[in-house]
């Protein structure tokens, strides 16, 4: 099992829902976030081209934040699902600047945090909260070892890129273009 | 000036801050769930509620989930609701910062003098409510029922509504008509004899190509069109975006027309010239359902591409293509009426226009047009009837606007300063979770008006600026701390909502129909409140309709059957429209018996002089005008507005980014606060462009207190429609500042 995450770059129109949604669902802090919306721009006016991103951790297969975490606090879970154990993990921030997408932060606690793809509510068979929240139903979650799940169907039918591939990361977070 | 109503700030008010600390609050949060018999439990171990949110206009269903310690977690949508499909919008799920906002308003305010100062004195219910009364009763007596006036937005108002109409007064009116949508409903009522109406009719789910003329769907989040477009764009619509602005819609768009701002009525025009000419307009619809074609065609002989070219700076060939792009969907495509409208004067005008291409299109009543929706029918109590007023709200506006089919809160706003030529002159307001001073445009206008009552009665959750106006503060818990009336909604299919309490409301706040009904008893207006506990209304109201209280607060939403299968019109179907001919009016006999051009004609609007720039203003997806400004987790998406210049522009001044600035605007008003530019190739270098609803003057609010720039403030030169009296706001023009000194 190989859990992964599609993001439709046509249809999201960065309203940051799935910010605060995973705010709520994770009671992650006011001030920080473990999802985020990125907009790109092009062109001149009235030539412009605009991409918008909703991003998070990417839940790498090849991931240096696990490689360089000295405590193993930083691991792979269930269906390659990068987590760090709250109480394993020292703060040194290893991983933070091992990190190529800038997906994690020290949690006001002491801990470092980021997305954990929702796996508590993947385990009760629910969607991710940022996916099942956004109003433009732009994100596909699913497994990729299942050729029928909605993002590997999605995956075969669409055009897509991965951030930052030249990191050899083997990312996890899909953008459909 | 006499300065009798002098704007109140923070340091009266600290006394509330100290009696509500956190440690009573924890205690209190505690025996939330064992007091409140009707939770239950729901899929995740959390205790759900239905609501339906109040964040803004959109009123989605949903369920307000707690934690074990009885504490609101989150609000997710509910999936029944055809509102909202089980997604909130940004603003919705984020509407927990409403109730935990520790800037809210805490307790009843009476403002008194001591020592020559003015200032608010924390007071109790009852004294707040006899105050409130004897006031209303002493206006009443002296200047006769009609100088008493409720200005309101959101589910309260109705509760206020039956005092004000008990007392024999039918001036009540929302700043979301005149300042914002009645154009097109005047517009679109002219042309079809029907309006469009909240939530809009439009078939975006179904439709092929969805035109859109400075509505930037997406930033503004209208919950259920955002969602539709999104399954348009997976179907592959056609999205033509007009807007100065490359808006985040533009960028979805097969076309961006980036037109010279205030010359949409031209391409309007234009586009309609070419599909006549060009002979694509549905020929059967026209002539069975529309009056006026012959009329039509004449008159827009004047509109060629190649004139509207000099006029809009659009090419001549991308308004053929665009044009064509339209009549190859029809009757599949909406060319969407917009919300917010009130531009430049001529609105009502513009959306004639919009009315119209529809029309030719044959779009209205077709699927992936506008389809025909329904609204359920839930009975009410019978109470006895109102009185009727002596003088109604269309005296307060002195003969004009006639057409105008609901109260302008703008003409009430007029009526409360002594003119002699108006009916008559309203002297008491009760002002109902709608903050005017940013609301109504001319901000000196509405403080002129404020000092001449003498009853302001402000109804809120949060120290709106309006607040520090009032004689008397009402502080009202949120929308997740109590019942409301029954959301009624129109759409494909009719629903019901419930809103019921999640949580006690927190600090001395109570719901609106609990104060409205306490005035009642002080004013002997009771037989209008037979309730005295709005859910026993609410649950009366659902057995006639075959359900209950109990059902509704397990499963939040209810659809309901249409009683008619009319969603489209059939083939060939005969039809009646509202209208004076009982057609489709292209040439309006409405209008022209009034006195107004029964069809769209062009007119020029003044433009920027040397050195200034069209002040242009949206929404933003995380906020719903101003009402969201302090919520602690929408600000942290976004906490102040930036001013959006283009890089010619900011070359010109030498401005750079996150650099602070000040305006000014042609009348010269300068800013109170300043505004961090952006410099971005998305706007004209014609204007520049912010997100309303910042720059709060209030320092009760200590999250938005100074932070970017309030629109309204600068928006000092109105452009009253003549048909319905709106407020055009899009003639003010502003140039940078770099301190804002006012000139000896
Ligand atoms: S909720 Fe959806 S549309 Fe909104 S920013 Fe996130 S991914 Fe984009
Ligand atoms: S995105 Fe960063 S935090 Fe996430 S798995 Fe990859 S390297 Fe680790
Ligand atoms: S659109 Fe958003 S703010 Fe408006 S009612 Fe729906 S969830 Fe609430």
Redesign the interface.
Known sequence: MRYAMAIDT??C?????C???C???NDVP??YCRDWVVEV?D????Q?????RSERCNHCENSPCVRCCPTGASHYGEGGIVLVTENKCIGCSACITSCPYDARFVHPKGYVDKCTFCLHRVK?GLQPACV???????MYFGDLDDPRSEVSMVLKKRKWKTLIPEAGTKPHLYFLI | MNSRRQFLKISSLSAAGLIFGGGLLDAFAENLVKKNPSHFKGP?DFVRTPTYCEVCFWKCAGWVYKDENGRI?????NNDDPNCN?????RG??G?GMYNDEDRLKTPLIRTEERGEQTFREASWDEAFDYIAAKLQKVKKEHGPESLALFSHGSGGKYFGKVLKGLGSNNIAAPSYAQCRGPREVAFLATYGQGINSPENTDIRDTKCLVLIGSH???N?H?GQ??E???A??KGATIITVDPR?S?????SKF?L?IKPSTDMALLLTWMNVIINEELYDKKYVEKYCYGFDQLKEHVQQYTPEWAYGVTTLKPQQIRETARAMADAAPAVIVHPGRHVTWYGDDTQRLRAVAILNALLGSWGRRGGFYNPEKASVPHYKIPKFPKPNKSWREALGGKYNLADLALASGLCDASMPTPDLGHQIKAWIVNGTNLINTLPNQANTLKAIQELDLIAVVDTMPMEITGYADVVLPECTYLERYDSLRVSQGREPSIALRMPAVDPKYNTKPAYWMAREIAKRLDLLDYFPFENLEDEIDWELQQVGTSLEEMQRIGVKRIKREYDDLYFEKNEDIEFDTNTGKIELYSTALAEEGFEPIPVFVQHPEPQEGFYRLIYGRA??HTFSRTANN???T??MDENTLWV?PKVAKEWDLKNDQYVYLENQDGIISDFSIKVRV??????DSVYMVHGFGHADKRMKRCFGKGISDTQLISNVMIDPIMGGTGMRGNFVTFRFDNKKEA
């Open positions: 046509k249809k129109v960065g309203c940051s829902d910010v605060v949604a705010q709520t669902e006011i001030g721009m062109g001149t006016y009235p412009l081209e605009m991409e918008i009760k099942a929240v956004c109003p433009t139903k732009c | 995740f977690k989150k609000i997710i949508g089980g997604r909130f919008c940004p799920t984020g927990v769907l997406g930033e989040m919950n955002v969602q477009m999104s399954d764009i997976d490359f985040t819609v533009a960028s979805k961006w980036p997806p995380m602690p987790n929408l942290d998406l283009n971005t190739e998305r706007i004209r270098f």
